[in-house]
């Protein structure tokens, strides 16, 4: 059983709640979407089994002084079958944080027992031309006891449905919404005020909300 994976590093989280953490980055080959915000290389990769990538962060990395890993991709879960044995070796060393398009649900279900963190993505049609709220509200409906925050990446294109849909979602499981502007190269791609504006639209129907931007992009770190 062997996976590709992309690249493995050491970097400062730069999204959502748990911004600001030193987390080792595992980036999976593969995506089961197109987004057209997506600026993330995960085609090419080197592959490990389960317990060659285990000898290999835990002989060049102190895992104990990281917040935890995040298994980022592309999307991870497409690696279920390799993150069913990687992850009972790497278990009690730090925390596992799991980055995913929150699309397929049977592949977590298969592993959640061995995840701390989930960072979760609802997808706008808007962005990926696919509408994808049925698939993300089960995947939601899975995390409830798992500590799980739902990120919502958005410009000036997301509608008044989009919006109400997303809030309806996080009605139904109650999972925190962070809202993300869109970025272009290391700038916002929408205005403050426009930040201000779906703000309100949301907290409106779901107080449960945030705005956060990706702080990684003006630290200029990875
Ligand atoms: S789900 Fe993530 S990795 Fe996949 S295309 Fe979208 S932004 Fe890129």
Redesign the pocket.
Known sequence: MKTKINEIFSSIQGEGPVVGYKQLFIRFCG?N???N??D?E?LEGKEYSPQELFDKITTEYDLKSFHSISLT???PLLSVDFLKEFLPLIKGQTKIYLET?AMLCENLLKIKNNIDIISA?I?LETA?GLNTFDKHEKFLRNCTEIETFAKIVFDENITKEEVSRCCEIGKNTGIELVLQPKMIDNKMSITSEFCNYILDEFTKLYPKCRLIPQVHKFLDVR
Do not use: A, I, P, V
Request: with cysteine; aromatic share 14%.
């Open positions: 995506c979407l197109n987004c915000y997506c993330t995960f991709g592309g999307e398009n993505d997808k990926t």
